[in-house]
């Protein structure tokens, strides 16, 4: 158990972020982000699934001696689900017309960018680097148009969306980069070390949620978040 957690030090910070959430829940359980909690619990689940099928070939799922440890078909599923679920968020949240236009927008072109991927890819092998880019491009967009709105609005003070904001924006920049590299420039992606920067992003988004929880004030329901 040590020296699992020693080689996967981000894996707890999920579940600590989980059981803040949950008891803080009453503070914004009738909010955008009521559903929050299920996505930590099903970011948890993944991390731990995607690791007992790259470490043990009893759980594989790619039945290829090659890709016997291939786990990145449990990572695009979440991808989606996370994208998606982080889009909606923020067009409920987004009041201002123009701004939620190209919140559809860009969450469009990020679906179509999945539908596209698998030609080029295999999506039960390989990550899904281009509709990463795209996901993780429209999400910047996304969290930027938020800060704008909620900046001349003036509300940003114990705000738990601005914290989930400063977390995910952190991360997407530079998630791209790094899953580009392990998939066409693998020497690099070693030499830069790239696995463990990966790693220091999660934590440093998860940081950022738990910030916002302890922080976090009654945030208001959906019908009142105008």
Request: charged share 15%; net charge positive.
């Amino acid at each position: 158990m040590l020296e699992f957690l020693k080689n996967n030090y981000f894996i707890p910070l999920y579940a600590i972020a989980l059981i803040i959430s949950l008891t803080r829940y009453r503070l914004y359980y009738d909010s955008v982000l009521k559903y929050f909690p299920i996505l930590i619990a099903y970011a948890l689940l993944s991390e731990i699934l995607g690791i007992l099928i790259r470490d043990f070939e009893i759980f594989q799922i790619v039945y290829q001696d090659k890709y016997h440890f291939a786990n990145n078909f449990i990572y695009n599923i979440y991808d989606f689900v996370f994208y998606i679920y982080f889009y909606f968020v923020f067009w409920k949240r987004i009041q201002n017309f123009k701004y939620k236009s190209i919140v559809k927008y860009a969450s469009m072109a990020y679906v179509v960018a999945t539908l596209i991927n698998p030609f080029f890819q295999n999506v039960f092998i390989f990550p899904q680097v281009y509709a990463l880019t795209i996901g993780s491009t429209a999400l910047i967009i996304c969290t930027l148009l938020y800060f704008r709105e909620t900046i001349q609005k003036g509300k940003t003070k114990n705000n738990l969306l601005t914290w989930i904001s400063i977390g995910l924006l952190i991360f997407n920049i530079f998630f791209p980069i790094i899953m580009l590299a392990g998939r066409f420039d693998y020497d690099l992606y070693k030499k830069l070390n790239f696995q463990q920067f990966h790693y220091f992003l999660i934590v440093a988004m998860y940081s950022c949620f738990i910030i916002g929880f302890l922080k976090m004030g009654r945030m208001k329901p959906i019908q009142e978040d105008k």
